[in-house]
């Protein structure tokens, strides 16, 4: 129902951002309102990306499916996709984090990078929570490796979703 900053610094720094980027106000409004998803924004350790690399950044969903009247739909045998289709899926609340490594400064670009980036999780984790949910867990190639941070389908959204936002704000 509202977005909440763990500090006043957080707070404003958000708020440049969005003062600078219709696209960051659109994602803010998202998590915004009655009937709309908490989203949490602090500052701590990011931990390691799943390949073992430093993260600077990191964002969590609590996704939950409503099958409604579509639970009776449900049947032995369906795919975990035809399941998943039934329903209607939703973010309940989100945490946004940045790194502890990260300097919060409207002038320091790798921060405002790492924080778009992480926008443009909470972007389409609230816009479409099952691509969200199922991207999230797209990580392997065809072989079963771990694919590059970059190659991974959230991670080139939330990469498009920052080059786009920075365009804006670097202006």
Known sequence: MDV??????LRSFFATLAARSQKVRDTLALYEGEGRPNLYKGQGDAGKDIDGDEAYGSFAADIIPDYGENLTKLTPG?????MENLATWSVREATLILD????????????IRHALHE??????????PLQY???INNIRDKE????KHDKRPNEIYADRYEERAYERIAK
């Open 4 to 9: 909440f900053y763990a500090t006043e610094q």
């Open 78 to 82: 369906m795919t975990l996709e035809e």
């Open 100 to 111: 502890t490594n990260l300097t919060i400064s409207i002038f320091n670009r790798d921060t």
């Open 119 to 128: 926008l443009g999780h909470a972007d389409q984790a609230a816009r479409s």
């Open 133 to 135: 949910r199922r991207d």
């Open 144 to 147: 079963g490796k771990i694919m």
